[in-house]
């Protein structure tokens, strides 16, 4: 199932990137404009995998590298509960 925002988060464009809110909780996150890609892949229904190699051709790295930090805020942002799984809106 594609993952989404849960719901009670918002967001907002900056000029680095994306502030995400957890209205419920009251904090927010920062993310730069590789995070912002990562994210759009997700909630687009396409597979972090997916963001890895547009981030490794974008930026001409290899794609080893960038797979463990696009990996780590996949994890961050299921774990933080801003992203979930499903309908009913759980991780």
Do not use: C, K
């Amino acid at each position: 199932m594609t993952p989404r925002l849960r719901d009670g988060v918002s967001f907002a464009q900056t000029e680095y990137g994306l502030a995400l809110l957890d209205e419920e909780r009251g904090s927010y996150w920062q993310l730069n404009s590789t995070g912002v890609q990562v994210l759009r892949a997700l909630l687009a229904g396409r597979p972090a995998e997916a963001a890895v190699r547009e981030l490794a051709d974008e930026y001409g790295v290899d794609a080893d590298s960038v797979h463990h930090d696009v990996q780590e805020l996949v994890a961050a942002l299921f774990a933080s509960g801003l992203l979930v799984r499903g309908e009913d809106g759980r991780p």
